[in-house]
């Protein structure tokens, strides 16, 4: 395994790869404690990629992702990869495209243990009524990534 962590406009990041994929990116409130480890070519081009996205020269990443999870989660992640950079959608329209339409709680907790976010963007799923919702990094990394991609404009 490796790891690297390095700063941010939204603060301290980490990326973790094992083999040929990344599997974790921690986010600032989960980076205490963590070390950095041996780097790589996948971890720096992640790096690179994730820190293009914040200076909005990105907005699709082209790496190669193996997070672990469930199957239904492994189906949650990848419905969330196909939410177009700059849009949100409801936890409840996230449940009916996993094909678990009444689901909607259980696709919150898959994003709450979505082990790559921002690469795979659990941040543009919102509740029914436009409010944020919850995220494992904090609501106002949540609204300053949707700000970041000018999905929110300016609501709360």
Same mark, same amino acid.
């Given at each position: 395994?490796?790891?690297?962590?390095?700063?941010?406009?939204?603060?301290?990041?980490?990326?973790?790869?094992?083999?040929?994929?990344?599997?974790?990116?921690?986010?600032?409130?989960?980076?205490?404690?963590?070390?950095?480890?041996?780097?790589?070519?996948?971890?720096? $081009?992640?790096?690179?990629?994730?820190?293009?996205?914040?200076?909005? $020269?990105?907005?699709?990443?082209?790496?190669?992702?193996?997070?672990?999870?469930?199957?239904?989660?492994?189906?949650?992640?990848?419905?969330?990869?196909?939410?177009?950079? #700059?849009?949100?959608?409801?936890?409840?329209?996230?449940?009916?495209?996993?094909?678990?339409?009444?689901?909607?709680?259980?696709?919150?907790?898959?994003?709450?243990?979505?082990?790559?976010?921002?690469?795979?963007?659990?941040?543009?799923?919102?509740?029914?009524? #436009?409010?944020? #919702?919850?995220?494992? #990094?904090?609501?106002?990394?949540?609204?300053?990534?949707?700000?970041?991609?000018?999905?929110?404009?300016?609501?709360?």
């Amino acid at each position: 395994m490796e790891r690297i962590l390095f700063h941010s406009p939204a603060g301290p990041l980490g990326l973790e790869a094992e083999g040929e994929g990344l599997t974790a990116l921690y986010l600032p409130s989960q980076c205490a404690g963590l070390t950095a480890g041996r780097s790589s070519p996948l971890l720096e $081009e992640a790096k690179a990629q994730v820190l293009a996205y914040f200076r909005g $020269e990105r907005r699709v990443f082209s790496l190669p992702l193996t997070p672990r999870g469930t199957l239904f989660r492994q189906s949650v992640w990848k419905c969330l990869r196909d939410i177009p950079y #700059g849009t949100v959608i409801s936890y409840k329209e996230l449940a009916r495209r996993v094909g678990r339409p009444k689901g909607f709680q259980a696709v919150g907790q898959a994003n709450r243990f979505n082990p790559l976010p921002i690469l795979i963007p659990c941040h543009r799923v919102v509740a029914a009524d #436009g409010s944020l #919702g919850g995220y494992a #990094g904090g609501l106002e990394l949540k609204e300053f990534l949707l700000n970041l991609e000018g999905a929110r404009n300016g609501k709360k």
